[in-house]
């Protein structure tokens, strides 16, 4: 029988996939057959004798030894597209929240608890302070073009959004899947001058680490935001905050707090939430589960 360990929690329609075919899935498995996991970092792993594959339910596999699992015979599966519009929603929800004041005005009428019948002229009074802007006829440029930059596009073009794309690897089928109404960018400087919004949709790899960084962030206009729900690593931290604290940006929406970006008001952190859906869980873990049952088998 092959024994599959598990890291992190990985939803149980994906598990009872494997179980039901007669596997042992365990989070405390020795020398297991495969391993399915979300975040957990395998870089210091050692490759024990019997590995064959490794899942990751999610779309990156920059916490994974690549290479060295390639080296040692042992595939390395990931689910594209399961989670994509769990992603999608949450960047909408970033383009918003980085639009409209929404949590300083929240926390403002939070505040009012206890102000009785002053309540409502208080707000009426105040809520200037945090008045927005709208995103519909604003430009957005969106940084690579795979399962998520794709829908991220598409309903950005639905919310009345210009939108731009730059993906020089984009494949046919993606291609296929986006709407006509955006723009394509032949490269990086067009795609960045005029935009509103930047949302970055690439893997971390070795040339996309610190693809945000200064020369990039002082072509954008000093009202200009950025979202990140991909990786940390491939915004340049220090540039941001140095760009935010000099207001050479509006606003760093981000799904990876760090003390740093904590530092500055102007971020939007959120704690890697896109993926945390009901449905991105369950898409993901049987889109994993049925590729390493299939493999084994
Ligand atoms: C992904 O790579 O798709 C996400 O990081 C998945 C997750 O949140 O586990």
Same mark, same amino acid.
């Given at each position: 029988?092959?024994?599959?360990?598990?890291?992190?929690?990985?939803?149980?329609?994906?598990?009872?996939?494997?179980?039901?075919?007669?596997?042992?899935?365990?989070?405390?498995?020795?020398?297991?057959?495969?391993?399915?996991?979300?975040?957990?970092?395998?870089?210091?792993?050692?490759?024990?004798?019997?590995?064959?594959?490794?899942?990751?339910?999610?779309?990156?596999?920059?916490?994974?030894?690549?290479?060295?699992?390639? /080296?040692?015979?042992?595939?390395?599966?990931?689910?594209?597209?399961?989670?994509?519009?769990?992603?999608?929603?949450?960047?909408?929800?970033?383009?918003?929240?980085?639009?409209?004041?929404?949590?300083?005005?929240?926390?403002?009428?939070?505040?009012?608890?206890?102000?009785?019948?002053?309540?409502?002229?208080?707000?009426? !009074?105040?809520?200037?302070?945090? !008045?927005?802007?709208?995103?519909?006829?604003?430009?957005?440029?969106?940084?690579?073009?795979?399962?998520?930059?794709?829908?991220?596009?598409?309903?950005?073009?639905?919310?009345?959004?210009?939108?731009?794309?730059?993906?020089?690897?984009?494949?046919?089928?993606?291609?296929?899947?986006?709407?006509?109404?955006?723009?394509?960018?032949?490269?990086?400087?067009?795609?960045?001058?005029?935009?509103?919004?930047?949302?970055?949709?690439?893997?971390?790899?070795?040339?996309?680490?610190?693809?945000?960084?200064?020369?990039?962030?002082?072509?954008?206009?000093?009202?200009?935001?950025?979202?990140?729900?991909?990786?940390?690593?491939?915004?340049?931290?220090?540039?941001?905050?140095?760009?935010?604290?000099?207001?050479?940006?509006?606003?760093?929406?981000?799904?990876?707090?760090?003390?740093?970006?904590?530092?500055?008001?102007?971020?939007?952190?959120?704690?890697?939430?896109?993926?945390?859906?009901?449905?991105?869980?369950?898409?993901?873990?049987?889109?994993?589960? /049925?590729?390493?049952?299939?493999?084994?088998?």
């Amino acid at each position: 029988m092959s024994k599959i360990k598990t890291y992190n929690k990985i939803a149980q329609g994906g598990l009872n996939i494997l179980i039901d075919s007669g596997f042992e899935v365990s989070d405390a498995i020795d020398n297991p057959d495969a391993i399915i996991l979300r975040s957990e970092k395998l870089h210091t792993m050692t490759i024990e004798s019997n590995l064959k594959a490794i899942g990751r339910a999610g779309a990156g596999v920059n916490n994974i030894p690549v290479d060295k699992c390639t /080296n040692a015979g042992v595939v390395v599966f990931n689910s594209p597209g399961a989670n994509a519009n769990a992603v999608k929603e949450l960047v909408i929800a970033g383009l918003l929240l980085s639009a409209r004041d929404i949590f300083a005005g929240i926390n403002y009428s939070k505040s009012l608890k206890g102000r009785g019948s002053e309540v409502n002229t208080l707000v009426e !009074k105040n809520k200037a302070l945090f !008045k927005g802007i709208e995103i519909s006829g604003k430009k957005l440029a969106v940084v690579g073009l795979g399962a998520i930059g794709v829908m991220v596009a598409n309903a950005a073009v639905e919310l009345g959004m210009s939108v731009s794309g730059y993906d020089p690897f984009i494949s046919v089928d993606r291609a296929w899947g986006l709407s006509s109404s955006v723009i394509q960018a032949s490269n990086l400087n067009k795609l960045l001058s005029g935009a509103d919004f930047v949302s970055l949709h690439i893997p971390l790899t070795d040339s996309t680490k610190d693809f945000i960084n200064s020369s990039c962030l002082s072509k954008l206009k000093n009202t200009a935001t950025i979202l990140n729900f991909s990786r940390p690593e491939i915004v340049d931290q220090e540039a941001i905050v140095t760009a935010l604290n000099l207001g050479g940006i509006h606003r760093y929406v981000t799904d990876f707090p760090s003390e740093l970006l904590l530092s500055s008001d102007k971020v939007i952190p959120m704690p890697h939430l896109g993926a945390s859906t009901k449905e991105a869980e369950d898409n993901c873990a049987v889109m994993i589960g /049925n590729q390493i049952k299939e493999f084994l088998d």
